[in-house]
């Protein structure tokens, strides 16, 4: 029987992908998640407390995710370029870990500003080496599944954060210092489940590109993949706006504030099906004959979500199946374009490549949400989701148009 299982090919398969880099990257990913989003989920909260308002919320989350979409692309050319990348992702974790904990001693909002900052700039370090190190780690057959794994993992840490924050609260009388202090455990916990369970696998010999040169030497089919991603993105608009949606149907029949209540809810489900469909999108980018397909089919599920919104049906069974929706396509999105990247871009040029890929899902997330909030407001909230419908249908299109090998 024994030697059954260890013939068995699936089996094998499974073995070489689920390794200790595997597990290491997932439980990091979910340990340092469900730090920085317990400090996420109380963060409003605490600068009313400091007596500053949503603007301040605003200019906090802008400046940060602005910092951190620059960082990744600069640290993907400086990953490329570095023999070892393992200590550089050991050292950004604790560094994330360190500056949410110390948001517990903010005295002010730029106190605030400068701790969220720090710690989304060296979450912005370690995405681009922490992806390379993944692809490395495992089999090209089998990029969908590692992938989808620490996606799937990352998104239970998120799932966890919100409910661990609101029993943090009781527990400690709603003192946000305690809480903020206890972000530590986790935080510091991803850096150590990254320094003692990943197992670097050394490239041939570090690129000495410039950083522009690098840009231009990413394959071909790599710069088409982006224009597809590019285009999908501009209509992936923030997840808040579906909550918002959610709201506005729900508050004529139910009220405001239980309306609210059910809009979190439902966004928990997103959550819940954005967790499993990471890890089936990837199986199933593995077990098709192009993993193109699956990306696409994903970005065909984001299309009938949109169409859903433009209808505008305020049921609550509706709204169900419209956050459902929204959790399957951004599992499948997120862990078969990086996938994809490993498949077309050769190792020694993955930190560039996974620098850029973050780079353009950012510019895409800022203009989209600004693009659907602006016709929302403008025109009405069908307009807006329908143009982001036409959006998520080209960049299904665009994806089925590609050549990878």
């Given at each position: 029987?024994?030697?059954?299982?260890?013939?068995?090919?699936?089996?094998?398969?499974?073995?070489?992908?689920?390794?200790?880099?595997?597990?290491?990257?997932?439980?990091?990913?979910?340990?340092?998640?469900?730090?920085?989003?317990?400090?996420?989920?109380?963060?409003?909260?605490?600068?009313?407390?400091?007596?500053?308002?949503?603007?301040?919320?605003?200019?906090?989350?802008?400046?940060?995710?602005?910092?951190?979409?620059?960082?990744?692309?600069?640290?993907?050319?400086?990953?490329?370029?570095?023999?070892?990348?393992?200590?550089?992702?050991?050292?950004?974790?604790?560094?994330?870990?360190?500056?949410?904990?110390?948001?517990?001693?903010?005295?002010?909002?730029?106190?605030?500003?400068?701790?969220?900052?720090?710690?989304w700039l060296a979450?912005?370090?370690?995405?681009?080496?922490?992806?390379?190190?993944?692809?490395?780690?495992?089999?090209?057959?089998?990029?969908?599944?590692?992938?989808?794994?620490?996606?799937?993992?990352?998104?239970?840490?998120?799932?966890?954060?919100?409910?661990?924050?609101?029993?943090?609260?009781?527990?400690?009388?709603?003192?946000?210092?305690?809480?903020?202090?206890?972000?530590?455990?986790?935080?510091?916990?991803?850096?150590?489940?990254?320094?003692?369970?990943v197992r670097e696998?050394?490239?041939?010999?570090?690129?000495?590109?410039?950083?522009?040169?690098?840009?231009?030497?990413?394959?071909?089919?790599?710069?088409?993949?982006?224009?597809?991603?590019?285009?999908?993105?501009?209509?992936?608009?923030?997840?808040?706006?579906?909550?918002?949606?959610?709201?506005?149907?729900?508050?004529?029949?139910?009220?405001?504030?239980?309306?609210?209540?059910?809009?979190?809810?439902?966004?928990?489900?997103?959550?819940?099906?954005?967790?499993?469909?990471?890890?089936?999108?990837?199986?199933?980018?593995?077990?098709?004959?192009?993993?193109?397909?699956?990306?696409?089919?994903?970005?065909?599920?984001?299309?009938?979500?949109?169409?859903?919104?433009?209808?505008?049906?305020?049921?609550?069974?509706?709204?169900?199946?419209?956050?459902?929706?929204?959790?399957?396509?951004?599992?499948?999105?997120?862990?078969?374009?990086?996938?994809?990247?490993?498949?077309?871009?050769?190792?020694?040029?993955?930190?560039?490549?996974?620098?850029?890929?973050?780079?353009?899902?950012?510019?895409?997330?800022?203009?989209?949400?600004?693009?659907?909030?602006?016709?929302?407001t403008a025109v009405?909230?069908?307009?807006?989701?329908?143009?982001?419908?036409?959006?998520?249908?080209?960049?299904?299109?665009?994806?089925?148009?590609?050549?990878?090998?």
């Amino acid at each position: 029987m024994l030697f059954t299982a260890m013939s068995d090919p699936e089996h094998n398969a499974r073995a070489r992908w689920l390794n200790s880099t595997t597990l290491g990257v997932g439980l990091t990913s979910l340990l340092s998640d469900w730090s920085h989003e317990m400090a996420t989920a109380i963060l409003p909260a605490l600068l009313v407390s400091l007596g500053a308002g949503p603007g301040w919320l605003g200019v906090i989350e802008g400046v940060a995710d602005g910092v951190s979409s620059i960082t990744k692309l600069v640290a993907g050319h400086l990953t490329d370029r570095l023999h070892r990348q393992k200590p550089l992702v050991v050292t950004a974790y604790a560094v994330t870990a360190a500056a949410t904990g110390a948001i517990g001693f903010a005295a002010n909002a730029i106190q605030v500003l400068l701790a969220r900052t720090t710690a989304w700039l060296a979450r912005g370090v370690r995405t681009p080496a922490r992806k390379a190190i993944l692809a490395a780690a495992v089999p090209p057959e089998a990029y969908g599944r590692a992938f989808g794994f620490e996606r799937m993992m990352d998104t239970t840490g998120a799932i966890v954060a919100p409910v661990t924050a609101l029993w943090l609260l009781s527990a400690t009388s709603h003192n946000y210092r305690h809480v903020l202090l206890w972000t530590l455990v986790p935080g510091f916990a991803a850096a150590a489940s990254f320094g003692l369970l990943v197992r670097e696998r050394h490239p041939e010999a570090p690129a000495r590109r410039t950083f522009l040169a690098g840009l231009r030497d990413l394959p071909k089919g790599f710069r088409l993949f982006l224009a597809a991603v590019g285009v999908f993105g501009l209509g992936d608009f923030s997840q808040t706006m579906l909550i918002l949606y959610a709201t506005q149907k729900l508050t004529p029949e139910l009220g405001a504030a239980r309306a609210s209540s059910i809009a979190v809810a439902l966004y928990l489900v997103r959550n819940a099906f954005y967790a499993g469909f990471a890890y089936v999108g990837g199986w199933l980018g593995d077990h098709v004959p192009r993993r193109k397909l699956v990306l696409a089919g994903g970005y065909a599920v984001a299309f009938g979500m949109a169409l859903l919104l433009a209808i505008g049906t305020p049921h609550l069974a509706v709204l169900v199946l419209v956050f459902s929706l929204g959790g399957v396509f951004t599992g499948v999105e997120e862990a078969l374009e990086d996938s994809i990247t490993a498949e077309i871009v050769p190792a020694p040029q993955r930190g560039m490549a996974y620098g850029t890929l973050a780079a353009v899902n950012a510019v895409g997330d800022f203009a989209s949400s600004l693009l659907v909030g602006a016709l929302w407001t403008a025109v009405s909230p069908s307009a807006a989701f329908a143009t982001a419908g036409v959006l998520f249908a080209a960049g299904s299109v665009l994806v089925l148009r590609l050549r990878v090998r």
